[in-house]
């Protein structure tokens, strides 16, 4: 088999064009974010992981559009206060060795770096410490299989399995060799495995045959089961693991495994390495003082006591403050959280005196400036904050909040997002790139529901637009505003061509013809395959065609105008009766998100679709393609 047959068998699209990551730099997460803000209606769930509040933040503080660029910031800000108040606990581990399982990609830059960072580390402690490396991926359908950084990553992903098949006790001195110059992944494994001598016969044959597939489809699978989305997710004695990603970060978690206190490496620990290690008194600001030295030490404060009025309706049926409410006192140690009801005398003059125009509101007193989160922090945290007469508001597009307080500015926004309420007849606005891989999934999790339900509800599609890229429509009439969309020309001539489709054949064909050209065809070749596409389905392609030339500029206009109201900024964004969905990515989940916003249930809702739908909401919104 040449290498151009066998990186076809490996992957039926070509690679997904890498978007532009703006993450932490201490704590880097190496993958495409959804849209990710405070959502707008939140369940009743407990946060029981740290891994769960940081994921709950994650969307919070990552909104596209209409958060300021300093707003995007307080991603960092979050994950390090994480770091500060709250450690996984590994104490009650029970075996002799500690445990460490990574989820990467192997040309993903973070994901490499843990790799380097936790390599000397391995070799001080050699079979004290049971390594597995582990890499997150899509098998697309079986023996196919797809990963964010394309076949490149896939193959380098493949033959790294296999070295640690073979050579368990030398595969790391190849890995981070290739990390050395990871862009040349797979080509430089050979090379790599000869220096760390490898058996590179054995390597190789797993890697050309189907034992390659094989391991690399347990991998994607084990990656799947925990729901590792991003590059890295590391588990430690089998508990997510949140703190620092070097060299003797991890040395100082695997000493805390009971049974290696009393090894050697571990004996001469600093007692802390930075504020993350001091954990001793959750209910007190732990700081470390003399970090990495001998005279280390955890210091204990306790935290300034602040007040936090949570404004809301009890009519908001979409407004619950649960989550966000249990995070913020995790990060605001000594927070006392009131609730508030808007249609109270206090409520009432609450939303005059902070001229609230929507709802749940955060109000929290002056003295939150004395806080050891917000010194801590600076900027990036204050910037989430409006300052009022008394103290300090989040900001709206912070929370996200959407329920307005009055009722007919409530009823004008909806009718400028084109939902009518009241009709028993929900409506689901899902928005997408032609050619985001997240998108596409989201695309063909709804169908079965559309199948279900037809015309019982409005399934409305919708494309992310941009007004940055290098391949735009220009819209000379409106001082040569540009829309543009992610993954270049080809994807933003396909989203056009898809909504010509929906506005000529109705949304039965645009499923037809979306879902063909996810499988058929991709963002480099779309100009050019679709026309076969929508000939095979039986459409006018001169009537498509017409359409394109004709409405590009006002079908690309309506959508950014849409999605800018919607404060849309990645795929797959989906709303309900303008509400944005968080529930499970999947057919039963979508189901239950539209089913729920009737006024009285169709029986085709007692149909269970195949597909859980218990995912959690952190985790449903974990994957997708932003810019």
């Not at 490996?10 to 997904?16: D, G, P, R, T």
């Not at 399982?101 to 402690?125: H, N, R, W």
């Not at 933003?492 to 039965?508: F, M, P, S, T």
């Amino acid at each position: 088999m040449d290498k151009e047959d066998k990186d076809m068998d490996f992957l039926n699209k070509e690679e997904v064009q890498e978007t532009n990551i703006k993450n932490s730099d201490v704590k880097p997460e190496h993958e495409h974010h959804l849209h990710e803000h405070l959502h707008k209606h939140h369940t009743h769930e407990n946060i029981n992981t740290d891994s769960e509040k940081e994921a709950w933040y994650n969307n919070i503080f990552s909104k596209k559009i209409i958060i300021p660029l300093a707003i995007i910031g307080l991603l960092i800000i979050l994950i390090l206060v994480f770091s500060w108040l709250k450690s996984p606990s590994i104490l009650d581990w029970k075996s002799d060795k500690a445990k460490i399982d990574f989820y990467v990609m192997s040309q993903c830059p973070y994901g490499t770096q843990v790799e380097d960072a936790i390599k000397p580390v391995l070799d001080k402690f050699g079979n004290a410490v049971e390594f597995n490396l582990n890499f997150i991926g899509e098998e697309t359908s079986p023996g196919k299989f797809q990963s964010l950084h394309g076949i490149k990553e896939v193959l380098g992903n493949t033959v790294q399995l296999c070295a640690a098949k073979y050579n368990p006790d030398k595969y790391m001195d190849m890995v981070v060799c290739m990390n050395e110059l990871a862009q040349d992944i797979p080509e430089n494994w050979e090379e790599c495995a000869k220096d760390a001598d490898i058996n590179v016969d054995k390597v190789k044959k797993c890697y050309d045959g189907d034992e390659g597939k094989e391991l690399l489809s347990e991998s994607f699978k084990k990656s799947k089961a925990i729901n590792a989305q991003g590059s890295p997710t590391i588990y430690i004695n089998e508990k997510s693991y949140e703190g620092g990603r070097d060299e003797l970060s991890f040395q100082r978690a695997i000493c805390n495994t009971p049974t290696l206190t009393e090894h050697p490496e571990c004996k001469n620990m600093p007692a802390c390495g930075d504020d993350s290690d001091c954990t001793g008194e959750p209910e007190k600001i732990g700081q470390c003082e003399l970090p990495n030295t001998k005279e280390a030490k955890c210091v204990y404060t306790e935290p300034v006591k602040i007040t936090i009025k949570v404004l809301n309706d009890k009519n908001c049926k979409t407004c619950d403050t649960a989550k966000l409410t249990a995070v913020t006192k995790s990060i605001f140690l000594g927070a006392l959280v009131e609730e508030v009801d808007v249609s109270t005398e206090e409520g009432k003059k609450l939303v005059q005196e902070n001229k609230i125009v929507k709802l749940p509101a955060y109000l929290f007193e002056e003295k939150v400036a004395e806080t050891y989160a917000w010194k801590k922090s600076g900027p990036q945290l204050t910037n989430a904050f409006e300052k009022t007469d008394d103290g300090y508001k989040l900001l709206d597009a912070v929370t996200g909040a959407n329920y307005f307080v009055d009722e007919s500015a409530r009823e004008e926004f909806y009718k400028s997002i084109g939902v009518k309420l009241g009709d028993n007849k929900p409506q689901i606005d899902f928005f997408v790139m032609s050619y985001c891989p997240y998108g596409n999934q989201a695309e063909e999790a709804i169908k079965p529901v559309y199948d279900l339900l037809k015309d019982k509800a409005v399934f409305n599609p919708h494309y992310v637009i941009y007004e940055n890229g290098e391949e735009c429509y220009k819209d000379e009439d409106n001082k040569g505003q540009s829309y543009c969309s992610l993954h270049g020309g080809q994807e933003l001539h396909q989203n056009v061509r898809e909504a010509c489709v929906k506005d000529e054949y109705g949304i039965a064909d645009w499923f037809k013809f979306a879902i063909e050209m996810n499988t058929r065809c991709n963002f480099k070749n779309a100009d050019t395959c679709w026309e076969k596409v929508a000939k095979d389905l039986g459409y006018d392609t001169d009537k498509i065609k017409k359409c394109e030339k004709d409405k590009a500029i006002s079908l690309t206009k309506a959508e950014f105008v849409l999605g800018t109201k919607l404060g849309v900024g990645g795929s797959p964004q989906i709303f309900i009766d303008g509400v944005e969905f968080q529930g499970a990515r999947s057919p039963e989940g979508y189901k239950q998100g539209l089913c729920n916003a009737f006024d009285t249930k169709p029986s085709e809702c007692d149909t269970v679709l195949e597909g859980s739908a218990s995912v959690t909401n952190s985790q449903a919104a974990a994957g997708g393609c932003v810019a």
